[in-house]
């Protein structure tokens, strides 16, 4: 079998966060932290926290609606939808569904992923295989999360780390050359227990036992993640752009997952990258997971930062674990 493949890139962005902004000085009031904590090792200021009506199908929506205006794509014309997240409307259905109805997406399949703070650039790469092989024309990729709802507001080592939002980019055929050159995706199941929320699954359905100890909520080994992430970051960025003939000194511009300024410096110091090179925005939204890289993506796009034949690499890590990045020639002009 002979395959055409067709060249796949990001026609346009979107992104949506919730008006609320919780201030360090806010947690100080919270649990037992400090603001100077919290900046030092983490460099978040503050972080957006979605109104209890909101859900994460309605951040996605705004996102995706943004995206769409950007790219110039009627909804109508999306083949697919695929929402990153890992805080879903509910287990079922998935919260692609709700987005495909609320878009009038009516021509689009829809289905959830779940990669952790990856998940966008798992995301991506599914949906860019779509496009390349002709199936679908356009494909909506978001993601979008409600942290908010399953962190353990007393629980200061993750309680400071995590904030609500949507990024969402619209896929699409670009000029050959242009748009996606390379990926890396990898998972290692070992480390499963380091980053989770144990109960509400079939291997602990919700009961009084797992309300009572507070197992719908996130736990994570911050020191373990941290170590695992410091090294996959540079690893990860390194294969893809090795996938796509590329080198270190290729980069024009790094967008990485934003959890923690120590780790994004890592990255920077094995990738030999300067700080104007890389986007930073954690300080305000703090780790959005799946949905960091697209809000960030986002805004460098919209500051002018990103411009048309620069290469791009996107690179994420999370529970899973997992890890993933993407390099990209940007094809589209603001
Ligand atoms: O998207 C992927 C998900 N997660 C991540 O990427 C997170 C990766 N990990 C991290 O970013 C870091 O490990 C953390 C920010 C979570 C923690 O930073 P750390 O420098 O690794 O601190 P630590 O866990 O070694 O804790 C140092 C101390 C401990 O006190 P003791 O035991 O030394 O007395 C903690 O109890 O800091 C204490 N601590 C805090 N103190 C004030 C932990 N959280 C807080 C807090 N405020 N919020």
């Known amino acids: 079998m002979s395959l ?9 962005t979107g992104m949506c966060l919730p008006e609320k902004v919780l201030t360090n000085m806010d947690l100080e009031k919270m649990v037992d932290t400090s603001d100077e904590w919290i900046r030092t090792r983490t460099g978040i200021v503050e972080r957006r926290i979605a109104d209890p009506h ?5 951040l996605a929506e705004k996102a995706a609606r943004m995206a769409l205006e950007n790219a110039r794509i009627k909804a109508q014309n999306i083949g697919l939808i695929i929402v990153a997240t890992v805080t879903p409307d509910m287990v079922f259905p998935a919260t692609a569904c709700l987005v495909q109805d609320r878009l009038g997406a009516t021509s689009a399949a829809a289905f959830d992923l779940e990669a952790g703070c990856s998940g966008f650039i798992y995301a991506l790469a599914s949906g860019a295989q779509f496009v390349a092989s002709g199936i679908y024309d356009y494909v909506l990729v978001i993601g979008a999360e409600t942290l908010s709802r399953i962190v353990n507001w007393e629980d200061r080592n993750t ?3 995590f904030g ?5 980019v619209v896929l699409g055929p670009v000029p050959e050359g242009y748009g996606i050159l390379g990926m890396d995706l990898g998972s290692d199941g070992g480390g499963a227990d380091l980053l989770d929320v144990p109960a509400g699954g079939s291997l602990n359905p919700a009961s009084e036992y797992t309300v009572k100890n507070k197992l719908h909520f996130l736990r994570m080994n911050g020191n373990e993640v941290f170590k695992f992430a410091v090294r996959i970051i540079g690893d990860s960025a390194l294969r893809a752009l090795s996938s ?8 024009d511009f790094l967008i990485p997952h934003q959890a923690n300024i120590r780790i994004i410096q890592s990255a920077l110091k094995r990738l030999k990258i300067s700080e104007e090179k890389v986007y930073v925005n954690l300080d305000r939204y703090g780790n959005t ?4 890289v697209p809000i960030a993506l986002h805004e460098a796009y919209r500051e002018g930062l990103i411009k048309k034949d620069n290469i791009v690499v996107l690179v994420a ?17 603001i």
Request: glycine share 16%; with cysteine.
């Open 289 to 292: 997971s799946a949905a960091s």
């Open 317 to 333: 890590f999370g529970a899973g674990l997992t890890w993933g990045a993407a390099v990209i020639r940007w094809s589209a002009d």
């Open 54 to 58: 909101t859900p994460t199908s309605v």
């Open 244 to 251: 796509a003939g590329l080198e270190k000194e290729n980069i």
């Open 4 to 12: 055409n493949l067709r060249s796949v890139g990001i026609l346009g």
């Open 159 to 161: 309680c400071v780390l």
């Open 164 to 168: 609500d939002g949507a990024g969402a």
